[in-house]
């Protein structure tokens, strides 16, 4: 059984950064794709970033692209989201999730991913 647990988020003025992380226990997830997804308070949960499993092939939601990067440390087992130059309508609580198949690739709907971590809470000040 997969856990995920997100860690890294917090209050940040705009323009700044924040790294959150994302690891994994129980069993090994580098052979999986991994995601990010986001939801505000009164909207659906939607996604930021995916990544596949060697770390080679990514995809980001237009609203982050050039501000967010993914990256994976499968030794480590764990998924790191790097946000730069924040934004106030970044403000959300952020979920790591996992597609447990042995896939190349990377999607951007929830209902691909089977498991999902409790989130981590990005406040982002204006």
């Known amino acids: 059984q997969v856990h995920l647990v997100e860690s890294g988020g917090g209050l940040v003025q705009a323009g700044g950064s924040l790294r959150l992380s994302c690891a994994a226990s129980?069993?090994?997830?580098?052979?999986?794709?991994m995601g990010w997804f986001r939801q505000a308070p009164g909207k659906e949960r939607e996604f930021v970033a995916g990544?596949?499993?060697?770390?080679?092939?990514?995809n980001y939601a237009d609203s982050v692209k050039g501000r967010f990067t993914l990256s994976r440390d499968n030794a480590k087992n764990t998924v790191y989201l790097e946000m730069n130059s924040l934004r106030p309508e970044d403000t959300a609580a952020y979920y790591c999730?996992?597609?447990?198949?042995?896939?190349?690739?990377?999607?951007?709907?929830?209902?691909?991913?089977?498991?999902w971590g409790q989130g981590t809470q990005v406040t982002v000040s204006s």
């Open positions: 990544i596949n499993w060697s770390g080679g092939n990514t």
């Open positions: 999730a996992a597609d447990l198949r042995f896939r190349n690739t990377v999607s951007s709907t929830t209902e691909e991913y089977q498991i």
């Open positions: 129980g069993r090994s997830v580098s052979a999986y794709p």
